[in-house]
Nanobody, 120 residues
Framework: VQLVESGGGSVQAGGSLLLSCKDA????????LAWYRQSPGKERDLIAS???????SYADSVKGRFTISLGNAKMTLFLQMNDLSTDDTAVYYC????????????????WGLGTQVTVS
């Protein structure tokens, strides 16, 4: 599994961004999938996850603003981010787990290299 994120960039507060994550052309079907983020000097935090049955979960800090989804062809993981604030500035990572779910207490099996999101 080789995860590659895209869609990061700079945006003004209140704006939106759509992050994408792919596995080099392979399907993401069956994996537990998640988005994490890490700000300078802070730990990498789980912010959204989707189980292999489609169940989603969000950190309180992004609930109601961010939406995690898996494309219809199960090839692309998305993170729609709305109403962004400066607190959302971070490097965003997608991750996958073979066991079909990701939680704050479990470690994914694979990580992407991250994409920078800067909100000003």
């Amino acid at each position: 599994v080789q995860l590659v994120e895209s869609g990061g960039g700079s945006v003004q507060a209140g704006g939106s961004l759509l992050l994408s994550c792919k596995d080099a052309g392979y399907s993401l079907r069956g994996y537990g999938l998640a988005w994490y983020r890490q700000s300078p000097g802070k730990e990498r935090d789980l912010i959204a996850s989707i189980r292999n049955d489609g169940t989603t979960s969000y950190a309180d800090s992004v609930k109601g603003r961010f939406t995690i989804s898996l494309g219809n062809a199960k090839m692309t993981l998305f993170l729609q981010m709305n109403d962004l604030s400066t607190d959302d500035t971070a490097v965003y990572y997608c991750a996958a787990a073979e066991k079909g779910y990701v939680t704050a207490l479990t470690r994914p099996d694979w990580w992407g290299l991250g994409t920078q999101v800067t909100v000003s």
